[in-house]
């Protein structure tokens, strides 16, 4: 495919709560549920952020490292659960404060934690088209949780944004194909109205995440005539710490091809920006020339998988913006309360 990756930012907000003390509250063994879900801690928006504020932020880092004016943008896709308004779009309002102009296709997409992999798939394919010159993708959620809900434990907020053009000397990666599978397995949804999440506990597993996930890895592997031990790295969508261990090592994977991307442990799952903010943990450290493997997952539901090779540009333009370490070592712990507070639950 003659589409690449320009450049990318993340933005993971400071405010941090910790699986132990959200367990205590609730008279939980807070060592057996860290244990269970590999998930430390998690990040929370401020008072003063939500899901159009975390994009802004990620997608003013991607237009930095990419070094690209925002007037040469054509389409903007925003992916998330969390849309600050009903009607009324995201897209609009960030594309707004980046300064991209008034000539450019804007959309909001949803479709649970894969709503942004699927803006990638349409914009790589208006690219690959000659209908867009450059696309700005991003995936950003502050997913919410019931309270006392296993959810409540990993449901987390932050965002990734992507730049997406043709490939040039400008271009930090490849895409070489990718791949889609899907069904009608309703493991997770949210009714119109309804403020919380509603989930089918242990069917988000076997016949949820893993079949699709599966599915669509399987297909690009049959698609490309690859297997994991010719990719450097792998990336999965991670709603908890264990599925995308599983998951990998399912499909041959090592550990050491998935390491670098389990931000999960350390900052829980937002959503639609969890494979992203994975995706973008293995580019702050990849070399030239390496096959990176992705695949996302959406309730409802879906995977989208990737194959991206970077490079030679990967090295001359790093070091421009924070890194995904960057933001998971800056942080700051509030209570539980102040958590609750927070999220507008008290």
């Known amino acids: 495919m003659n589409v690449g990756i320009l450049g990318y930012g993340v933005y993971i907000p400071l405010y941090r709560v910790k699986t132990a003390d959200t367990a205590s509250v609730w008279g939980k063994n807070p060592r057996e549920l860290v244990s269970s879900l590999s998930v430390g ?6 008072y003063d952020e939500d899901a159009v504020t975390l994009a802004y932020e990620a997608s003013k880092y991607a237009f930095e490292y990419a070094n690209i004016n925002p007037s040469r943008v054509d389409v903007c896709f925003v992916g998330s659960e969390s849309h600050p308004y009903a009607v009324n779009p995201t897209s609009t309002i960030v594309a707004e404060f980046l300064g991209i102009g008034k000539n450019y296709l804007a959309s909001d997409l949803e479709f649970a934690c894969k709503a942004a992999t699927t803006g990638l798939i ?17 995936g950003t959620d502050t997913a919410q949780a019931k309270p006392h809900d296993i959810l409540e434990y990993t449901a987390a907020s932050a965002a990734s944004s992507y730049l997406i053009g043709r490939n040039s000397p400008e271009a930090i990666a490849t895409l070489l194909d990718w791949t889609s599978y899907s069904s009608d397995t309703p493991d ?3 009714r119109d109205g309804v403020k919380f999440p ?5 069917f988000t597993g076997t016949p949820s995440y893993y079949a699709h996930v599966e599915g669509a890895a399987r297909q690009l592997f049959s698609k490309t005539k690859t297997d994991a031990s010719d990719f450097d790295y792998c990336v999965f969508h991670m709603p908890n710490g264990k599925f995308p ?6 499909l041959g ?7 670098p991307s389990l931000t999960v442990d350390f900052i829980g799952n937002p959503y639609s920006a969890s494979s ?21 997952y959406g309730s409802g539901a879906g995977s989208d998988a990737f194959v991206f090779e970077t490079t030679s540009a990967i090295t001359k333009k790093r070091g421009k ?8 070592k800056k942080k700051r712990y509030i209570s539980y309360v102040e958590y609750l507070r927070m999220g507008g639950k008290i």
């Open 321 to 328: 913006v924070p890194h995904v370490s960057d933001f998971m």
């Open 276 to 296: 992203l903010i994975g995706l973008s943990a293995v580019l702050d450290i990849a070399k030239p020339k390496q096959k990176i493997f992705m695949a996302s």
């Open 188 to 190: 997770f949804w949210r």
């Open 253 to 259: 994977f090592s550990e050491k091809q998935l390491a």
């Open 41 to 46: 801690e998690k990040s929370v928006a401020g």
């Open 122 to 138: 349409a914009i790589s394919a208006l690219v690959e088209s000659k209908k867009a010159e450059v696309g700005l993708c991003i």
């Open 245 to 250: 261990r599983d998951v990998a090592r399912r």
């Open 198 to 202: 509603t989930h089918g506990g242990r």
